[in-house]
Nanobody, 121 residues
Framework: QVQLVESGGGLVRPGDNLRLTCVAS?????MGWFRQDPGQEREFVAG????????DYANSVEGRFTISRDNAKNTVYLQMNSLQPEDTAIYYC?????????????????WGQGTQVTVSS
């Protein structure tokens, strides 16, 4: 089974940028980024199809976040710009067993361990 490792989280100030990286142990199909605050449900952030031609974003991050992938490196990125305190969460990448993108967490079969993003002044 594919293994996913996220990195790039940290503590930043409002308005700052961060880039999260998710490295897979082998090639993957559709990939997604989700986030979760303690006591909250995991929510969809962004997704990308295998070719990278199709992407989808949550309304709350559209225009600020960009998902991309480099299949030669088995890596997916999440560029997060203009971060706000409400973006604070643990961010997880996930791999789907099919080429497309889903906003539903139960459509993904493999998850990384997560990386903490904290936005605070």
């Amino acid at each position: 089974q594919v293994q996913l490792v996220e990195s790039g989280g940290g503590l930043v100030r409002p308005g700052d940028n961060l880039r999260l990286t998710c490295v897979a142990s082998e090639s993957t199909y559709g990939m997604g980024w989700f986030r979760q605050d303690p006591g909250q449900e995991r929510e969809f952030v962004a997704g990308i199809g295998w070719s990278g031609a199709f992407t989808d974003y949550a309304n709350s991050v559209e225009g600020r976040f960009t998902i991309s992938r480099d299949n030669a490196k088995n890596t997916v990125y999440l560029q997060m710009n203009s971060l706000q305190p409400e973006d604070t969460a643990i961010y997880y990448c996930a791999a789907a067993p099919y080429e497309g993108v889903s906003t539903f967490s139960d459509q993904y079969e493999t998850w990384g361990q997560g990386t903490q993003v904290t936005v605070s002044s």
